[in-house]
């Protein structure tokens, strides 16, 4: 894949029609698969492009940009340039204003892939979050699942954190989820329970 091809792809994602932007993000998705194309369009500029779609896009917008941004952030520097870029607050944004699973489970996808990075963990406290997440577990399986994942990352260390999510409600959908979902849920969920016993 050749650098110019990259940037010139970057460029509509600045500067195009919305509908230019929108192909743009589901091309560079494609361009994304194979890893080393993952590197070369992380250092092309074009994460902070992507996120600017997440937030101002139109709803496909959104959703191309989430989709190549989840491809992208899989390479562990691509998270750190996402979270400089901003991701962080229209991800958080999209669980608190948006009623569409799909949206949601985007959402909830990628930011699950970034709560591994220390930076985004810190980003996604800041954007207050956690009530939010809490929220999901209440809502369909993959939703659950992926919001288990994010909070465990965001409070496996956090005494404090921990009480609060507690607070919010997050015991019981935990317990189901910890009978109800799939292997990885349950897993989430029961360490999650554990942390939340020894905090109590």
Same mark, same amino acid.
């Given at each position: 894949?050749?650098?110019?091809?990259?940037?010139?792809?970057?460029?509509?994602?600045?500067?195009?029609?919305?509908?230019?932007?929108?192909?743009?993000?589901?091309?560079?998705?494609?361009?994304?698969?194979?890893? $080393? +194309?993952? *590197?070369?369009?992380? $250092?092309?500029?074009?994460?902070?492009?992507?996120? +600017?779609?997440?937030?101002?896009?139109?709803?496909?917008? /959104?959703?191309?940009?989430?989709?190549?941004?989840?491809?992208?952030?899989?390479?562990? $520097? +691509?998270?750190?340039?996402?979270?400089?870029?901003? *991701?962080?607050?229209?991800?958080?944004?999209?669980?608190?204003?948006?009623?569409?699973?799909?949206?949601?489970?985007?959402?909830?996808?990628?930011?699950?892939?970034?709560?591994?990075?220390?930076?985004?963990?810190?980003?996604?406290?800041?954007?207050?979050?956690?009530?939010?997440?809490?929220?999901?577990?209440?809502?369909?399986?993959?939703?659950?699942?992926? !919001?288990?994942? *994010?909070?465990?990352?965001?409070? /496996?260390?956090?005494?404090?954190?921990? *009480?609060?999510?507690?607070?919010?409600?997050?015991?019981?959908?935990?317990? /189901?989820?910890?009978?109800?979902?799939? $292997?990885?849920?349950?897993?989430?969920?029961?360490?999650?329970?554990?942390?939340?016993?020894?905090? !109590?």
């Amino acid at each position: 894949m050749k650098t110019r091809a990259v940037i010139s792809f970057v460029e509509v994602l600045q500067y195009g029609t919305m509908e230019a932007r929108e192909n743009a993000a589901a091309t560079l998705f494609s361009l994304s698969l194979p890893d $080393e +194309n993952k *590197i070369k369009i992380g $250092e092309s500029g074009a994460i902070p492009a992507l996120v +600017n779609l997440l937030e101002n896009g139109s709803v496909r917008g /959104k959703k191309d940009a989430a989709t190549a941004l989840f491809s992208l952030c899989s390479y562990q $520097e +691509n998270k750190g340039r996402a979270v400089r870029a901003g *991701i962080v607050k229209p991800l958080v944004k999209i669980l608190t204003e948006y009623s569409s699973q799909w949206i949601v489970n985007e959402a909830l996808a990628l930011l699950s892939v970034l709560a591994g990075n220390q930076e985004a963990r810190a980003e996604i406290f800041k954007a207050k979050a956690i009530p939010a997440l809490v929220d999901c577990l209440h809502k369909e399986p993959r939703n659950r699942e992926n !919001a288990a994942a *994010i909070l465990l990352f965001l409070c /496996k260390r956090d005494t404090k954190k921990l *009480i609060s999510i507690g607070k919010l409600g997050a015991v019981v959908p935990l317990m /189901k989820l910890s009978r109800d979902g799939t $292997e990885r849920a349950k897993r989430k969920a029961k360490s999650l329970l554990e942390l939340l016993r020894q905090a !109590a």
